[in-house]
């Protein structure tokens, strides 16, 4: 029987930086139309938090009864490990995916945004369909693409949607950082275990790339989301305050380029998540300080 500390580490906490940066994100673009809503942001992000748990554990139980985790270089994996049962391990998904509903469906109703409706379904899917069943696309190389569209498109645009109910320049540019910033996150993951998953059939982007150009696409990304912010500051100067999370970057990215041994990439999840996390708050800053200034 898995301990609570064990639990813990199954949800890869370190990822979740990843499920509340959108939510901080779409809420300052909200804000730049003065139309923040802590209350829908809340409930936006309890969605994101439940999801993000879910797909952990649901990954958990889809690779480990595979055999995928058999043998693998990162962190705790519940059933793979045989600190739980597959089925205590989807029982624990399931319910992660039943809690965002509930959140999901009080945001529908505040927010009226009926149609999304349609959105939580697709993500459920989605985060099941991952690793899950006869077919995972995560193991056909799209899983970046899945990652780039929820975790940074539907999050960001879905969260300023439901507040500010119209988008503009702010939400787009921030839900496609957000959304390579997620994609690198799984880049760097999938980069450290391209060994095993070569050995097990797993065709990530990374195993697909190739090891030397999934780390320069790493490279590309966390790039990329800081480049997009030119396009904003001549509207808001206060713009470049998201380079102040730059310094954060330029570790992870010097770690994946040059690290030889695949476990110094294991920090760089962690690193990757912070990364979002303090640039939606700059990002954020940079909105209110254009207001209040």
Not at 53 to 67: E, F, L, T
Not at 195 to 204: F, N, S, Y
Request: net charge positive; hydrophobic share 60%.
């Amino acid at each position: 029987m898995a301990t609570a500390a064990q639990w813990i580490e199954g949800a890869r906490l370190r990822t979740l930086p990843m499920a509340l940066a959108p939510i901080i994100a779409g809420t300052a673009a909200a804000q730049s139309m003065h139309g923040a809503n802590l209350r829908l942001a809340l409930l936006a992000f309890l969605v994101a938090l439940f999801l993000q748990v879910g797909v952990n554990y649901a990954n958990d139980y889809s690779d480990g009864i595979k055999g995928t985790d058999d043998d693998r270089v990162g962190p705790l994996r519940l059933v793979g490990s045989k600190a739980a049962t597959p089925r205590q391990v989807l029982t624990a998904a399931l319910g992660c995916f039943a809690a965002a509903a509930v959140a999901g469906a009080a945001l529908i109703i505040l927010s009226q945004q009926w149609w999304f409706i349609v959105i939580g379904i697709s993500a459920v899917f989605a985060a099941w369909g991952y690793t899950g069943g006869k077919r995972p696309y995560g193991y056909r190389g799209w899983g970046d693409v899945a990652v780039f569209i929820y975790f940074g498109l539907v999050a960001v645009l879905g969260t300023t949607l439901t507040q500010a109910g119209e988008l503009n320049l702010d939400a787009w540019i921030a839900a496609v950082a957000t959304g390579l910033f997620a994609c690198a996150l799984l880049m760097a993951n999938n980069i450290r275990d391209i060994p095993g998953d070569l050995e097990v059939g797993k065709r990530t982007l990374a195993v697909r790339l190739g090891d030397h150009r999934a780390r320069v696409v790493f490279a590309a990304e966390v790039g990329l989301a800081f480049a997009l912010h030119l396009f904003l500051v001549p509207f808001n100067g206060w713009m470049l305050l998201v380079l102040l999370a730059a310094p954060i970057a330029v570790v992870a990215a010097r770690t994946v380029l040059f690290a030889k041994d695949r476990k110094a990439l294991i920090p760089v999840l962690k690193q990757c998540g912070i990364l979002n996390l303090v640039w939606s708050l700059l990002f954020l800053l940079a909105v209110l300080l254009r207001q209040w200034v």
